[in-house]
């Protein structure tokens, strides 16, 4: 075991160096096998390659020549060079002998452009010719989060990536419960201490196939399809970590009149990264393991048709902005999945025409108003971090496919 890990350390480290362009983000997903280029993308860039990108498609201001930095990314390098980001696979297709995967694109590297016969196509060389590139050894390891989108805040969106979120409300009921804080606290932060009870006839103990890590809940919350009321799941409020230090036992005790009884003497838990303050009450879940996926943003293949939920941490009433979290009524059954990229339009608003004697109710139009990105699927609700907004975004807003 110890072995392995080892091996998993050494080949994170060797791809970090290479990794500039791609998405990396913690998920609770299985290690991702390889890089997510798909067969159709591939095709695409492809089909791309044997002549470039017409100069329409081009944004205004790409530059003839840029330097690949460390922290750049596929979205922010597409959205440089295309009017539309999440066609990457277009920009990849300008240069595809030189740049075998776009998610190898390494820091230190030239892009050329050059611009032909009203195509344009993406060089790592000036006019074509061939270029060596040496990537110095590092020995340092480097998170992953250093790659990632600079719109995408990790501590926006962290508690996201580690399941459950989005629960069984009877499973959360039935989960190990705060009971009791030290010095008789009210509310708790980083560094105190709490003691746990589990459900009736599984006490938490400290044994080998138990877990350490856990995660804090609150009570959760229906998610409900603001387009048909349905219930769609119950979204817990992740308050912070727990680490089981001392297992939930019992103990005699002598009480009065010499009686001796047996007490119930609850689990040990430390808390730890608290986002909000911990109370008796809440719920311990187990973490999953942490690992790193890399995704690139992509539009959807099929028509979608989906509307939003709610506004994470937020009442129903409250509207979002760029770098805020959403709630959207499709999942992985409607094959949402990480790194797709939706339109976010406005509902339109329903008025009244005071220019008519009626005063009848109209709907205004559905607009545009930016881009959002699915980051996490559960099967009947997905999560997605706004790109950009112009205007707020509220409950019951819509998103599309990408125009």
Known sequence: MHDKRNHLTALACARLGALALGLAVLAPAALA??????????????QVAERGV???????????????K???????????????PWRWPEL???NLQAIVNPHLIYPGQTLYLEKADGYARLRTSPGGAGETVRVSPRTRYDSLADTALPTLKMHLIEPFLVQPLVVD???????????ATRDKRVIMANGDRAYVRGPQGNPLEMAPEVPRGYRVFRNALPLKDPETGEVLGYEA???GRAELVRGESLEPSTVAKGEVVTDIVPATVDLSGVKEEVRIGDRLLPAPQRSFVNYAPHAPQEPVEASVVSIYGSGASASAGQNQVIAINRGSADGMDAGLVLQLRTRGDRIKDKTDEERAMIRLPSEANGLAMVFLSFERVSYALILQAQRDVVVGDRLVNPE
């Open 33 to 46: 096998q390889g890089y997510p280029v798909t067969s159709q993308q591939r095709a695409t860039a492809q």
């Open 54 to 68: 017409p100069l329409a498609e081009l944004a205004p201001n790409a530059p003839d020549t840029y330097v690949i």
């Open 70 to 84: 460390r922290g750049d990314t596929l979205w922010g390098i597409s959205g440089m060079y295309l009017k539309r």
């Open 92 to 94: 990849w297709g300008m």
């Open 169 to 179: 409300e009877l499973a959360l009921a039935q989960a190990p419960r705060i009971v």
């Open 237 to 239: 409020q992740y308050v």
